[in-house]
Nanobody, 121 residues
Framework: QVQLVESGGGLVQAGGSLRLSCAAS????????MGWYRQAPGKQRELVAT???????NYGDSVKGRFTISRDNAKNTVYLQMNSLKPEDKAVYYC???????????????WGQGTLVTVSS
């Protein structure tokens, strides 16, 4: 069974840093894009950052210059380094994998269970 397992969330003071990790487990052959989305209370889920297998990146406007996404293709893992955190970054952060092939199965999209990031002012 393929799943995405996130780690690294927690509580941090404004201006601080956190690093999120998301590992895809299972008999994975390839993953096209991996990324992070977030959802704050009462708001829609929004893009944080994505990275393709070729390491092409895309960032949401609100995190550009502060967050950095990277991935280790050999480990099927994506990371999100979050610096200069602001109270408005508080949200549940979800890992996403797009166009994943594992064994005979192809998954258009998979989501992790989410990890909470809280930023105190």
């Amino acid at each position: 069974q393929v799943q995405l397992v996130e780690s690294g969330g927690g509580l941090v003071q404004a201006g601080g840093s956190l690093r999120l990790s998301c590992a895809a487990s299972g008999s994975i052959f390839s993953i096209n894009a991996m990324g992070w989305y977030r959802q704050a209370p009462g708001k829609q889920r929004e893009l944080v950052a994505t990275v393709t297998s070729g390491r092409r990146t895309n960032y949401g406007d609100s995190v550009k210059g502060r967050f950095t996404i990277s991935r280790d293709n050999a480990k099927n893992t994506v990371y999100l380094q979050m610096n200069s955190l602001k109270p408005e970054d508080k949200a549940v952060y979800y890992c996403n994998a797009g166009d994943l092939i594992a064994g005979p199965h192809r998954y258009i999209e998979l989501w992790g269970q989410g990890t909470l990031v809280t930023v105190s002012s």
